[in-house]
């Protein structure tokens, strides 16, 4: 399976400041159609996960683009611009390239 | 606009199935890719596997044999069956669409005697 390792494992940011979130993974996401199948999600307390970025950058329905992703081939990055109250949750990165689909182990995001 | 429904028990015993219904509504299953994943406690998360728009199935190998999926289209639901559940498969269970756009709201599930 292909391992997508996370960083850091939590933060603790103050509104308005910008934060990155890393994700690596163990085998190139580039799938032989030359897309690359890495995505970001939030999940919310008490609620069900969300897609915010899809296929590295492109940014999910209603997303604000305050999120935004880059990253090729084995190394990903979400930024958060202008943190808001309702950013916090836990966010984790998910690759579909390869069978089977895997999870990064996820990044707690607190407000300070 | 599309939205899934977890439903089911949310407590089994050790060694029996867990069976999960997802209801779609605003959107055909016989379209695209649906599948489960769990949330064990802590952050980890698992794709267990899916059901594509022709009723073809693809497991997650760590499940090995104790997983099914399948469907009826006339109501557009598809389900989960686990076999053979231990505590460790004690987890909150989601039913989504496999590119990770539309999920439920998840269902908890305990497995204790």
């Known amino acids: 399976d292909v391992v997508m390792t996370q960083t850091p494992p939590s933060l603790s940011v103050a509104i308005g400041q910008s934060v990155s979130i890393s994700c690596k993974s163990s085998q190139s996401l580039v799938y032989s159609d030359g897309k690359t199948y ?6 919310s307390p008490g609620r069900s996960p969300k897609r915010l970025i899809y296929q590295v950058s492109n940014l999910g329905s209603g997303v604000p ?4 992703g880059t990253g090729s081939q084995k190394d990903f ?5 202008r943190v808001e109250a309702e950013d916090l949750g836990v966010y984790y990165c998910a690759q579909t390239t390869h069978f089977p689909l895997t999870f ?3 990044t707690k995001l607190e407000i300070k | 606009e599309v939205q899934l429904q977890e439903s089911g028990p949310g407590l089994v015993k050790p060694s ?3 069976s999960l219904t997802c209801s779609v509504t605003g959107y055909s299953i016989t379209s695209n890719y649906w599948g489960w994943i769990r949330k064990f406690p802590g952050n980890k998360m698992e794709w267990m596997g899916y059901i594509s728009y022709s009723g073809s199935t693809s497991y997650n190998p760590s499940l090995k044999s104790r997983i099914s999926i399948t469907r009826d289209t006339s109501k557009n639901q598809f389900f989960l069956q686990l076999n053979s559940v231990t505590t460790e498969d004690t987890a909150t269970y989601y039913c989504a669409r496999y590119i ?7 269902v908890m599930v305990t497995v204790s005697s």
């Open chain 1, 65 to 68: 683009d305050r999120f935004s």
């Open chain 2, 16 to 18: 029996q199935s867990l």
């Open chain 1, 38 to 43: 890495l995505h970001w999600l939030l999940q």
């Open chain 1, 77 to 81: 990055t979400l930024k958060i611009s």
């Open chain 2, 100 to 106: 990770l756009d539309y999920w439920g709201q998840g």
């Open chain 1, 104 to 106: 990064g182990s996820g």
